[in-house]
């Protein structure tokens, strides 16, 4: 039987950071991924092999923003691993039915001038919106390089630059007031107050939906930060797609010293005495942890069905139901759609210039159509009748993922995971069958095809993947791949249960990490890094607490006396 200092369930990006931590600290580590790859979420492949040939596939993320929030590439020196960024601008763009459009490029002036075509006012609104978020973001964003309730820690990461933006969207009783309404409000709500034409609210109202919930819910107006991260830090993608993340973690883990076994799905924890001491997996093997187990899947899967229920009724008699009850996913997942292109997109129409795909396409007529988009999953109903999407065509900016002169398409259609009225058929009970998931696919392609014509006679092959079959695949509870929704009551200390929050667990020696803990999901690699820094100070405590009181009294001398800092 094979003993590690530390075993990580599921070799996802943000396991595969927590394992380089830990082996750069000197820790055995051993990684366990179910699929015959690793990365999770963060994969590229070559998903149709023998109908397109050369074609790799982000079969999931896409579009990086939140990891450039956070020092992990810098940290781990991931370029020294081959991992490449490049940038994206345009950023957005969002041809619109009225025959408007809307351009987003990485220069808040330069998109603003695009939307002064449309509406003055709202050109001038934008840069105040976008100030706004950019300010917003740079106050918040050491809130999420700690564990939420670690006060040395969060205060560590504050610079002079942090903290002139909290005293700017917080520094008054008017400020504070305004930014506790504007995290309470919905998106719908704030972008009518600051906003006229749909030009602008459709696409914005669209972005900030992808936390996954409609833009009329409270509570996910934060969303509205999605648009500014693309100006600042920007938005980009790894050359030869997410898989290069990954790809460059994997060598990094490797050259550690790390393991990463795959085809090896946990089926249950080993625990002795209220302690986690190693893992049994579905292919019949042991594994010991001398140290601790870290888990990279969905609190409610990893308690409720790798635990013993009398060992966790033992340790914790409450945590099963409240895991159960309280956990709130809204029934909206997304159907995948990955095609194989003789030539990109042409949005004749619109005066089309190839540069605008090299950002995220969104179709999304009105602030309205992206309700209906999202609202319906709710029911279990499929907005297919009048579709709204999230494309992408990343060969625009990156050719190496395809053969030359061809291109690949990435689509997102958001659709619920169990179908109203089909419960007990199709895949898992969900309703999801072979034929439906193609008609609703057709149904997709033909509305991209109303904007982009030539994308009738220009698909070679095309994947699509329902609901049911990426929960499969990633492994993920009813297929939300942020492993709950990212409402403001599931976040920050809510994130999973207020008693799990600080990536803890009532089981000695287990920990949490991946989309399911702070600060969330997407690619940020931030839950692996924090959940690193929470096991390690676990191990030296007095150490870790005196290391985090220096930093923090640096940057109080720092930054608020302009004092020379200790060594």
Not at 48 to 62: H, T, V
Not at 265 to 273: A, E, F, P, Q, S
Not at 395 to 413: C, N, Q, R, Y
Not at 549 to 561: C, I, M, N, P, V
Request: glycine share 10%; net charge negative; aromatic share 8%.
């Amino acid at each position: 039987m094979e003993t590690y200092d530390v075993i990580i369930i599921g070799a996802g990006h943000n396991g595969l950071v927590c394992g380089a931590y830990l082996l750069k600290a000197g820790y055995r580590v051993l990684l366990l991924e179910k699929r015959p790859v690793p990365g999770g979420a963060a994969t590229t492949e070559e998903a149709m092999p023998e109908a397109a040939p050369g074609f790799k596939f982000n079969l999931c993320a896409i579009d990086h923003e939140f990891i450039h929030l956070g020092p992990v590439v810098a940290e781990l020196e991931l370029a020294k691993y081959g991992l490449d960024y490049l940038p994206c601008d345009p950023v957005v763009y969002c041809p619109l039915a009225d025959g408007s459009q809307f351009v987003a490029h990485k220069s808040i002036a330069q998109t603003c001038a695009g939307i002064a075509e449309y509406s003055r006012r709202d050109a001038e609104k934008y840069a105040e919106f976008a100030a706004y978020w950019l300010e917003l973001g740079n106050a918040i964003a050491p809130l999420f390089n700690a564990p939420p309730m670690a006060i040395f820690d969060i205060a560590g990461n504050y610079g002079l630059a942090n903290l002139k933006d909290l005293f700017k969207v917080a520094g008054s009783k008017t400020k504070a007031l305004d930014f506790v309404r504007n995290m309470l409000t919905s998106p719908t709500d704030l972008l009518n107050e600051w906003f006229d034409s749909e030009t602008v609210k459709a696409p914005l109202a669209r972005l900030a939906a992808e936390i996954g919930a409609p833009p009329s819910q409270k509570g996910i107006a934060v969303g509205a930060m999605m648009m500014a991260m693309r100006h600042s830090p920007g938005m980009s993608r790894p050359r030869g797609g997410t898989g290069a993340l990954t790809a460059a973690l994997v060598k990094l883990v490797l050259a550690l010293g790390g393991k990463i076994y795959t085809d090896q799905g946990v089926k249950r924890l080993l625990i002795d005495g209220g302690r986690v001491v190693g893992v049994a997996t579905v292919q019949g093997q042991e594994y010991r942890a001398s140290r601790g187990v870290i888990s990279n899947i969905d609190a409610r899967r990893l308690f409720l069905n790798l635990v013993d229920p009398g060992d966790l009724r033992g340790i914790a008699p409450e945590l099963g139901d409240r895991l159960d009850r309280r956990i709130v996913n809204n029934n909206e997942t997304i159907l995948k759609i990955d095609c194989a292109l003789s030539e990109p997109p042409r949005f004749e129409a619109y005066g089309h210039r190839e540069e605008n795909l090299i950002g995220s396409i969104l179709i999304a007529d009105s602030v309205d159509h992206v309700e209906k988009a999202h609202a319906l999953c709710a029911f279990g109903e499929i907005p297919d009748q009048d579709p709204s999407l999230y494309v992408v065509c990343p060969t625009v900016l990156d050719p190496s993922m395809a053969p030359d002169g061809k291109h690949t398409l990435w689509i997102e259609f958001f659709a619920p995971y169990q179908i109203a009225g089909a419960g007990g058929t199709g895949l898992d009970g969900t309703g999801w069958t072979d034929a439906l998931k193609n008609q609703v696919a057709d149904r997709v392609m033909a509305k991209l095809a109303d904007y982009a014509p030539n994308l009738r006679h220009s698909v070679i092959a095309r994947r699509v993947e329902s609901p049911a079959e990426l929960a499969q695949r990633l492994g993920t509870h009813k297929g939300n791949y942020y492993h709950m929704d990212m409402t403001l009551d599931q976040m920050i200390f809510f994130r999973p249960l207020p008693e799990l929050a600080d990536y803890k667990t009532p089981i000695q020696g287990l920990y949490l990490t991946g989309a399911g803990t702070h600060p969330g999901g997407s690619i940020s690699g931030m839950p692996g890094r924090n959940a690193a820094r929470v096991f390690l100070q676990a191990q030296h405590p007095f150490a870790h607490r005196w290391g985090d009181a220096q930093t923090y009294l640096r940057t109080l001398l720092k930054t608020a006396f302009g004092l020379p800092t200790p060594p």
